[in-house]
Nanobody
């Protein structure tokens, strides 16, 4: 069964850092666009970041630019989201998703509906 699994979420104070990880069972992430999405309570899911499988092109939503970094380690079949200088408004459930290879080449987040596989999410809470 195809499944993505996120880990690394937790409770941190403003200004602290977390690294989220995403891996897949039963398939290689090498050829997929990987996106990180988040959904805060009472809000719609939004695309946070994505990374292309071909040239490593990345995208970040404006609110996280300069603070979050997405990366992939194909040898380990892992995708990471390094989150620095976290703010209370970053509080959400974070999901990784895998989709077709061309979705992260246009400077915009892929639509949720375009992604083929999803994890169950990992919660991130930023609070003092």
């Amino acid at each position: 069964q195809v499944q993505l699994v996120e880990s690394g979420g937790g409770l941190v104070q403003p200004g602290e850092s977390l690294t989220l990880s995403c891996t897949a069972s039963a398939f290689s992430l090498d050829y997929y666009t990987i996106g990180w999405f988040r959904q805060a309570p009472g809000k719609e899911r939004e695309g946070v970041s994505c990374i292309s499988p071909s040239d490593g092109s990345t995208y970040y939503v404006d609110s996280v630019k300069g603070r979050f970094t997405i990366s992939r380690d194909n040898a380990k079949n892992m995708i990471y989201l390094q989150m620095n200088s976290l703010k209370p408004e970053d509080t959400a459930v974070y999901y990784c998703a895998a989709g077709p290879p061309l979705l992260c080449l246009f400077g915009i987040s892929p639509e949720s509906s375009a992604m083929d596989y999803w994890g169950k999410g990992t919660p991130v809470t930023v609070s003092s």
